[in-house]
Nanobody, 123 residues
Framework: VQLQAFGGGLVQAGGSLRLSCAAS????????MGWFRQAPGKEREFVAA????????YYTNSVKGRFTISRDNAENTLYLQMNTLKPEDTAVYYC?????????????????WGQGSQVTVSS
C-alpha cells in the first residue's frame, strides 16, 4: 500500500485547509485510517481517525469541533478538513493505515504511512 498526501500549505490563523491522502497498491480494505502530526521539537501525535467501513470517527481533544475526518471508499481517499486553524496546529501531517482492529489513538498498529504534508499557520 502506498499513501500520498496532498493539500498542505501556509495559512493565516483562522483559515482553513483540506488535506487529502490517496491510497494505492494491492486490494485496499483497511480497518481504519488516521491522521497524525509532528510539530518541530515534539513527538508525533494522534489527530483523528476513521473506521473505514462503518465511518466512526475519533479526534484528539484539541481539534474537536474544528477538524473533520472523512473518507471516500470508492476512491480510496482519506480527507482532513481543518477549519479555524491555530498557530499550534503547525506541523507535518501524516496519514496512516491500520489494517487490523486496535486502538485508533496509538501509532502502534498503523502499518503504512504517507510521506507527510507540511501545514503552517501564521499568527
Amino acid at each position: 500500500v502506498q499513501l500520498q498526501a496532498f493539500g498542505g500549505g501556509l495559512v493565516q490563523a483562522g483559515g482553513s485547509l483540506r488535506l487529502s491522502c490517496a491510497a494505492s497498491g494491492r486490494t485496499f480494505s483497511p480497518y481504519a485510517m488516521g491522521w497524525f502530526r509532528q510539530a518541530p521539537g515534539k513527538e508525533r501525535e494522534f489527530v483523528a481517525a476513521i473506521n473505514w467501513s462503518g465511518g466512526s470517527t475519533y479526534y484528539t481533544n484539541s481539534v474537536k469541533g474544528r477538524f473533520t475526518i472523512s473518507r471516500d471508499n470508492a476512491e480510496n481517499t482519506l480527507y482532513l478538513q481543518m477549519n479555524t486553524l491555530k498557530p499550534e496546529d503547525t506541523a507535518v501531517y501524516y496519514c496512516a493505515v491500520r489494517s487490523r482492529y486496535g486502538s485508533m489513538w496509538s501509532q502502534t498498529g498503523y502499518d503504512y504511512w504517507g510521506q507527510g504534508s507540511q501545514v503552517t499557520v501564521s499568527s
